[in-house]
C-alpha cells in the first residue's frame, strides 16, 4: 500500500499524530484456555474466545500501542458517545480451518478498508487497515485453537470502533476505543442444506437513504431496524425486504445483499443486485458473486436498480429463477416468499434445485476452506 494514502504517517486522521503497528503489540495471555464449545450446538455470537485486541486513541496521542489481552468486559464512563448518540461502527468477518488445517481469512483487506471509511462516516479516528489486519491476525493466531474442526463452522472475527468522548455534547470524539473480538460460529443452515427464508416487504420502515448511513456498518442502522424485524415476525415472515423510494425499490433482505437470477424483460438470462448508490451496503460477498459471476460469463450480470413491479412482474410470468441473499454469515441465502401488499409471491427453490446459489456456495466456501487455492485468502498460520 502506498504511504500518504491513510494519513501524513500512513495512519492517523490528522498529520503528524501517531499511528499504531502490529509490530508493536503487547500480549497478555489467560492462565488457562477455556473449554471449546460443540461448533455444531452454537447459537451466533453467544460464545467467546480467549482473548481480545484493544487499541486505545485519543487526538492529543493518536493511537496507544495494540494490546491482547484475556477478554474482559469495559469500563467506560457513563457519558461515552457511542451509547448516547451510536458514535461507533463495526465490521463481520470470519476465520476458516481448511482442509489442510491452515486457518484463512477471505478478502479481509475488504473489511478492512469499509471499516475505513465508516470511521470516517462516524467521525472517528483513521488507521492504516493493513496494521489492523495483521493485529488481527496475531489475534486469530494466538486464539487459533478457537477456529472449529469443521467444514462449515468457523470462527466470526468482530471489530468495532466506538467514540468514548465522555461528554454529553454532540460533538466528534476526542477519545477512541477499537478492539476486536472473536465468536465461534456454527453452520448457518444447521439441517445442512439450504432452508429458503420469507421477506415481509412494506414500504412503511426504510433501512437506508441517500446521504444517510445505510453503505456503511455503524450500529444505528441495525438497532433501528429491530422493529420493522420483529414486525415481520409477526406478519410470518423470517426477514425483512427492505424498500426505497416512492418507485418500491427493492435493496436488501434483512442484513444481506440481494440477487435476482432472472430472465429479464429483454428476454435476457440475468443475475442483477441492486447498484452501490447509498442505500446498499457494500458486502464482500456481493462483490464476490459478482467478479465470480463476470470471470463464468454465462450470462449477463449486472448491478442496477429493480422496483418491487418489475419483480413482482416476473415472478408472476415464471421468469425469476432464483433470488438470495448474500452475506459472510451465510455465504448465499434462498428467499421463497415474498409477503408484499397482502399477498404472497413464491419464488420457486425445488424445481430447479437452486443451481446457481449452489454453485456460489459450493466455490466460495471450496476457496474459504482452503480446497481451491486462490489469491482471495490469506494464511493466518
Ligand atoms: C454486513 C452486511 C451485509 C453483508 O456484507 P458481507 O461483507 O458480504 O458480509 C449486507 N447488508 C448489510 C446491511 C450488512 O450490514
Known sequence: MESGKYGIDGSSTQPGIKGFKAADIEVEL???????????????????????????????????????????????HPAVSALHYAVELFEGLKAYRGVDN??????????????????????????????????????????????????????????????????????????????????????????????????????????????????CKVGGNYGASLTAQSEAVTAGCQQVLWLYGEEHYVTEAGTMNLFIYWINEHGEEELVTPPLDGVILPGVVRQSILDLTRKWDQF???????????????????????????????VVCPIGRILYKGENLHIPTSENGLKLASQILENLTDTQYGKEASDWTCLVI
Open 30 to 76: 489467560v492462565q488457562e484456555s477455556a473449554e471449546k464449545p460443540d461448533p455444531n450446538r452454537l447459537v451466533f455470537g453467544t460464545v467467546f474466545s480467549d482473548h481480545m485486541l484493544m487499541i486505545h486513541w485519543s487526538s492529543a496521542r493518536g493511537w496507544e500501542r495494540p494490546q491482547i489481552k484475556p477478554m474482559q468486559n469495559l469500563s467506560l
Open 102 to 215: 491452515k486457518i484463512r481469512l477471505f478478502r479481509p483487506m475488504l473489511n478492512m478498508e469499509r471499516m475505513l471509511r465508516s470511521a470516517r462516516r462516524a467521525c472517528l479516528p483513521s488507521f492504516d487497515p493493513n496494521e489492523l489486519l495483521e493485529c488481527i491476525k496475531k489475534l486469530v493466531a494466538i486464539d487459533r485453537e478457537w477456529v472449529p474442526y469443521s467444514k462449515s463452522a468457523s470462527l466470526y472475527i468482530r471489530p468495532v470502533l466506538i467514540g468514548t468522548e465522555p461528554s454529553l455534547g454532540v460533538k466528534v470524539a476526542t477519545r477512541a476505543l477499537l478492539y476486536v473480538i472473536l465468536s465461534p460460529v456454527g453452520p448457518y443452515f444447521s439441517t445442512g442444506s439450504f432452508s429458503p427464508v420469507s421477506l415481509w416487504a412494506d414500504p412503511k420502515y426504510v433501512r437506508a437513504w441517500k446521504g444517510g448511513t445505510g453503505d
Open 300 to 330: 449477463k450480470v449486472d448491478e442496477r436498480s429493480v422496483t418491487m413491479n418489475e419483480l413482482v412482474r416476473a415472478i408472476q410470468q415464471k421468469r425469476v429463477k432464483e433470488l438470495f441473499g448474500s452475506g459472510t454469515a451465510c
